[in-house]
């Protein structure tokens, strides 16, 4: 052959399995710690190794930090497992973080407003529901619009979390003690109103089933019911889905009024079980990355945990070096950025396959 | 009282960054790359201006050359927003990548780069505040015409911002000339149709992409640059940036993908956004954070009626967003 | 000539006993040597060779999947071979780019059209273009006229492409490459979207291009089109190869026993029809588009339980909006649709969503023109693709597995589907499985009333007779069979009766056993100059 011959050649492959697959995405952490721990050298001068061991410590380093770590990847999954569905549908839901909000948010004004009045067993779950019908309101708006006059909801979702931002703002003025703080503070401090109880005696225990049962829920959802082919098929071919009489409008809806109405029940986790309290910031980032552990897992609810653990050990390593080396908070988020560069970087090898010019034999045969 | 021309010339300066990261995103998307990267690329174009400038304040011991104390921060904020947008081009135009996944992983790391980073020198500096002030910089950025003062409301409305105000104004209007008028802007459109065409046009489609997403957040890169040097007097403080970058991607779709009408559509949004600044609310300040509502609010609305209509001209690239591979079969 | 005298001689030698004397002042303008492509497991092309003369029309004949449009495809840079090299006046070349292969002269009219549907036509005939100075449109429009003068093309160079009729497009993509001053023209299928009165129209200018001293190839699966247009045919099968011909030399059964590489005999099958019934009745039917234009217009006959009625016209004349408005899928403006059962019963089918049609117990099957983007989800396997019209039985939230995956078992089996299993994506099947994956499915329900558009578009020979066959089965079965085609030879040897559609409305009905080709081909471009006009319409 001659010269001109391009020296790089992509084809796309035909399957590859999940083992191979697997190994691919494990190289791919692995080299992104490397580079992260060179960027630690370089930034800090500290010696890599003991920045791992600490931020190993910081993860699992005791029974507390254990079960702090163990809530947030409940969290963390519990957003994911919510995204899925809708993401699934080929409609991106960026407005996770909103939804999060707005079911916090109404929480909070329950827990305010009538926590003195009603016992915490029919507090709770009015708590519950209403957070999961907020959720779903505020997800189900820009369904309909989408359904309806195919809005844009990738702008429209990430809008709508800003608005709730703006709308927990205020309530935070009108409810915040004392005046002029700026900050709710613990809501019913005294009389635990709306705090959910113990669980055999770990204050984290029940969310943490709780979303253990929604992964198993999610995952039959997805795979074995009926809604979960339809809203398959809609997001595979709108065309299809009207062909065989499937109304793309109301399945559209339905699957966002579930997407947001879950997000919305993380928002009550959040306030009912660990703060107590309202922030604008609350969600912190968890209705983004929660999208990216849906589209690492490939939609898998299991392979969804295994994502959460690895970003919430990142973030929370990466809190605890943070402290312990006296560097700033959001030295984190670089850390997971460069993971996630890495693993999104990672799924091309797992797609296509290279073929160099003097191996273009090699390579074709064993395809 | 409501001050008219005040107002009208804090949106002014409210709308620069968002013009300038929607005129980025533009080229962008014009080529077919959703790149919801940007508002991390903002993060860290006026972080790396921040380092830029500290770095000359620091070593130029108080005599600072007006030229350099500009080109260096700028230079530092274009190298800066070039590297993101090698990171985005590299994993989703070669590695062919999921667009919007990648985006928002390089909005996450963007705006922790520009924390983190911001937090450090904070942290140099050993300020009680949380945020580090470059003033002679900021003061060589913010410099207008000196004229402007003697006229009036004429002079405050037209001529009282900083050279990279105007700087985005024409870049605004020369990119518009270039995609509608210009060779090379029909072949940025015609990848962002229908690469497979403009392929077989014989029109290289990874370089025009590369550039596109490139130069796009390097013009982006400068909207944070603005953000830190001019409109916020050189104070670079954690998170101040806000939500700008998104505002910016909104305002593509609001301006139908034209960076002249973006020109105008900014300012609006600009005013919308410091509106609760003007409105009386006495001492109901929980009123006020409803007012900040108001361009989201605008945003959604002109989301729906944008969806609405279905000239064709108006709609969106018709390969945004999606990878192209030429032996797909 | 050494060229001729190459590795793999055969081809050209052949070429040279037979036609020795065409040869003689002519010299190979491309010269294609030992061509191999693959892609994954697939080989497209094995060891090819083929010589294209200037001053002469090439057809490049085989059936779909014999691997024509990837060599075409290697010579105008899109694919890049394997193995092989590609000799232009004798010197060899590396093509690993559209642009390159411009360069060379080289231009390729696709079969997807490559052209951006929001610029005009202009816009698209410069782009790409390294003109020196600045971007002026109006000296190109005025270029582009004077090609179309040349060689009698009709275009307009300001109108859009979206507004633009098959036709017409295709003649920006001439346009586009003669601009670029090609002198080897690749026409791939170039007639399959064509009117009998545009393919002359398109004939004649291909052989203007000819005397201009142009070498042009056609790509094609059509026989009469090769015997009326080239003067040399090249006959690929399963990716190599076969021999070249003289035109005048040979027939069409040779050219076919080469292609499909066994005897075969080229008629299809049309047995008498046994019952009449009526069984869709439509009356007035009006169907405006999205955008507001009528699609169709005051629409009326009536199909029959037990025959095949063909709908003939140009594509996009609103036969996609007949079939959809029938299953439920179009809105309608006015009109009627009623379904008449066995019993004598009525069912009107306006303003029913297809679940609606489906529990009115009206056993309705369609299988539309978009396989993939509307028949198939092409990312499911072929068990899941079966679900798709049995997956709501049931009480149960979750969905019934075993049923769809007998169901597909079978239908792998019944019709000879090669597939690993029914596990594989129905995407990585090739068109003639997919389609019969299709047809399969929309048959295990015992319709009464099957919809078929476009149903052997992409197919290959053996696999089109499958399809008639399939057809004709239910049609002896009593089921309403509409069959929406594109090639009128086909058309005229199926059906029992032809519906010629013009511009959304009823041109004519006439019988199939004796309808003429040419005149529904003028019934097709022109409303009312038809005898059968009226009568038959309303029984």
Redesign the interface.
């Known amino acids: 052959m001659n010269n001109k011959e391009p020296l790089i050649h ?3 492959r035909a399957d590859i399995g999940w083992k191979k697959a697997w190994v691919i995405r494990g190289a791919a952490i692995i080299t992104a710690l490397i580079i992260s721990a060179i960027a630690v050298t370089l930034a800090t001068g500290l010696d890599p190794f003991s920045v791992y061991g600490k931020m190993f410590e910081g993860a699992f380093g005791s029974p507390r930090k254990m079960w702090i770590l163990g809530k947030e990847i409940a969290f963390l999954l519990c957003v994911s497992l919510a995204l899925t569905p809708a993401f699934k549908m080929k409609f ?1 839901n ?1 407005g996770g973080e909103g939804q999060i909000l707005i079911g916090a948010l109404v929480t909070s004004a329950i827990m305010i407003y009538v926590g003195e009045s009603l016992p915490n067993g029919a507090l709770i779950p009015l708590m519950f529901i209403a957070a999961a019908g907020a959720g779903a309101i505020w997800a189900g708006i820009p369904a309909f ?1 989408k359904a309806k ?4 909801e ?3 979702t ?3 979390n ?2 709730a931002i ?2 927990v ?3 935070i ?2 409810w915040e003690v004392p005046k002029g703080s700026g900050k709710v503070g613990i809501i019913n401090q005294d009389s635990l109103a709306g705090w959910m109880p113990d669980l055999a005696g770990q204050k984290y225990l029940f969310v943490i089933l709780l979303v253990a049962l929604m992964t198993i829920g999610i995952h039959v959802y997805l795979k074995y019911s009926k809604h979960g082919y339809e809203l398959t098929v809609v997001g595979e071919s709108r065309n299809t889905a009207r062909y065989v009489g499937i109304k793309v409008d109301s399945v559209i809806i339905r699957t966002l009024l579930l997407s947001g109405g879950m997000c919305g029940i993380v928002g009550w986790m959040m306030v009912s079980s660990t703060d107590h309290t309202i922030t604008t910031t609350l969600a912190g ?1 968890r209705g ?2 929660g ?2 552990v849906s ?1 690492l897992a490939q939609f898998n609810p299991v392979a969804m945990i295994f994502a959460s653990l690895l970003l919430v050990f990142m973030q929370r390593g990466a809190a605890e070096i943070s402290t312990a080396f ?9 850390i ?3 993971i ?2 890495f693993l ?2 990672s ?2 090898f797992i ?2 396959r290279i073929h160099m010019r003097h191996k273009e034999k090699e390579g074709t045969e064993n395809v | 009282m409501f001050d008219i021309a005040t107002f009208l010339s804090r949106a002014v300066v409210q709308s620069i960054p968002l013009l300038l990261g929607c005129t980025g995103e533009t080229i962008s998307e014009k080529s077919g790359s959703l790149n ?1 990267g940007i508002p991390g690329v903002m993060y860290v174009g006026g972080i790396s201006g921040v380092i830029g400038a500290f770095l000359y304040e620091q070593s130029s011991g108080g005599n600072m050359n007006p030229v350099l104390a500009i080109l260096i921060p700028m230079l530092a904020c274009l190298i800066g927003s070039l590297l993101m947008g090698l ?1 985005f081009s ?2 989703t135009i070669t ?4 667009q ?3 985006g ?13 980073f911001g ?2 020198l904070i ?1 140099l500096t050993g300020s009680d505040v949380p945020s580090i002030a470059l003033s002679k910089t900021s003061h060589y950025f913010s410099k207008h015409l000196p004229f402007a003062d003697d006229l009036g409301w004429v002079g405050k409305i037209f001529f009282s911002y900083g050279f990279l105000a105007y700087a985005a104004i024409a870049i605004a209007v020369i990119t518009a000339f270039i995609l509608k ?3 090379t802007g ?2 940025i ?2 990848i962002g ?2 690469p ?9 489609i990874t370089k025009y992409k590369y550039l596109c997403v490139c130069i796009g957040c390097m013009i982006a890169g400068l909207g944070g640059l603005y953000y830190v040097m001019d409109y916020a007097s050189g104070v670079w403080s ?1 998170d101040a940036f806000g ?1 700008r970058g ?1 505002l910016a ?2 305002l593509v ?1 609001f301006t139908i993908w034209r960076p002249n009408i973006a020109i105008f559509a900014s300012i609006l949004f600009g005013g919308l956004y410091i509106l609760y600044l003007f409105v009386p609310t006495g001492s109901n ?3 006020k ?2 007012y ?2 108001l361009p ?2 605008v ?2 609305i002109v ?2 009626i ?3 209509r ?1 000239k ?2 108006n ?1 969106p690239p ?1 390969s945004l967003g999606l990878p192209y ?5 | 000539m050494d060229q001729l005298a190459g590795p793999a001689g055969a081809g050209p030698c052949l070429f040279l006993t037979k036609g020795g004397l065409l040869l003689e002042n002519k010299t190979a303008a491309v010269s294609m040597r030992g061509i191999t492509k693959t ?1 994954g497991s697939v080989v497209a092309n094995n060891n090819v060779d083929l010589d294209i003369y200037k001053g002469e029309i090439l057809s490049l004949l085989g059936e779909n999947g014999s691997g024509k449009t990837t060599l075409m495809n290697m010579l ?1 840079g ?2 890049f071979p394997d193995e092989g090299q590609i000799l232009i006046d004798g010197k060899p070349v590396t093509i690993s ?6 360069d060379f002269g080289i231009g ?1 009219i ?1 079969q997807h059209f ?6 005009t036509a202009v ?2 005939i ?4 390294k ?1 020196e100075g ?2 002026d449109l109006e000296k190109a429009a005025k270029r582009v006229q004077d090609i179309c003068d040349n060689y009698g093309f009709d275009v307009d160079p300001k109108k ?1 492409i ?1 507004d633009m009729s098959v036709s017409e497009k295709q003649t920006v993509e001439i346009v586009k490459v003669l601009y670029r001053g090609a002198d080897i023209l690749i026409l791939d299928e170039p007639t399959a979207v064509l009117t009998p009165q545009e393919t002359d129209k398109l004939f004649a200018v291909l052989r203007n291009m000819k005397d201009d001293g142009k070498a042009v190839v056609i790509i094609t699966h059509k026989l009469h089109e090769v015997e009326v247009l080239s003067d040399r045919v090249a006959v690929l099968r399963k990716g190599e190869n076969i021999g070249q011909l003289i035109t005048k030399e040979t027939n069409a059964q040779e050219m076919t026993n080469m292609m499909v590489g066994r005897e075969v005999t080229l008629n299809i099958n049309r047995p008498e029809p046994l019952f009449s019934s009526p069984r869709i009745r439509i009356e007035g039917l009006n169907v405006k588009s ?2 507001g234009v009528m699609k169709l217009k005051d629409v009326s006959f009536t199909a029959n339980a037990g025959e095949i009625l063909g709908i003939a016209g140009i594509s996009g004349c609103g036969q996609k909006e007949l079939l959809e408005a029938i299953a439920g899928l179009q809105d309608v403006e006015s009109g009627s649709i009623t379904y008449i059962s066995d019993d004598g019963s009525r069912e009107e089918l306006i303003g029913m969503d297809p679940q609606k049609i489906a529990d009115k117990g009206v056993a309705l099957s369609f299988v539309p023109e978009d396989r993939l983007g509307m028949g198939l989800v092409a990312s499911m396997d072929l068990a899941d693709n079966m679900m798709l019209r049995s997956f709501r039985s049931g009480k149960s939230m979750l969905t019934d597995r075993k049923a769809p995956r007998a169901l597909a078992e079978q239908i792998v089996h019944d019709l000879e589907i090669s597939t690993p299993d029914i596990n594989t994506p129905v995407r990585k099947l090739s068109g003639g499985n997919v389609q019969k994956v299709l047809v399969g499915r929309e048959i295990a329900s015992a319709p009464t009333v099957l919809l078929s558009a476009y149903v052997v578009r992409g197919l290959d020979i053996n696999s089109s007779y499958t399809i008639y066959d399939l057809l004709n089965q239910q049609k002896e079965k009593g089921v309403a069979v509409i069959f929406v085609g594109e090639d009128l030879d086909v058309l005229l040897e199926l059906c029992d009766r032809i519906l010629v559609l013009c511009d959304g409305r009823v041109s004519g009905i006439v019988d199939g056993p004796t309808a003429d080709k040419h005149g529904v081909g003028m019934m097709m471009t022109s409303l009312g100059g038809d005898h059968m006009d009226g009568g038959e319409m309303h029984e």
């Open positions: 992509i084809t796309r991106w960026l619009f006059w195919n809005t844009n990738t702008l429209f990430l809008m709508m800003y608005v703006q709308l703002a205020y309530y003025i009108i980032g983004f990355m999208i990216m589209w006296q560097l700033n908070q959001s030295f984190g988020d670089i997971t950025g460069i996630l560069f999104i970087g799924e091309f797609n296509y | 919801l990171l590299f994993l590695l062919r990548v999921n919007n996944v990648t928002l992983a390089m909005t996450t790391f963007g705006v922790g780069f520009g924390n983190f937090g450090s942290k008028r210009t060779r029909l072949q459109r015609a149709e229908s497979a065409t403009a392929d077989a046009a014989g029109i290289n954690n939500d998104w991607i909104a779709i300040l929980a009123v954070e409803l900040k509502m989201y609010i945003t959604i989301l729906i944008t969806g609405m279905n064709r001209e709609q018709e591979f030429r032996e797909e079969r | 892609f105008s899109i694919y780019s559209p642009k390159e292969a411009f390729m696709h490559k052209l951006v549907d929001v610029f816009e698209n410069v782009l790409g273009l003109e600045k971007l859009k979206y999205d955008d």
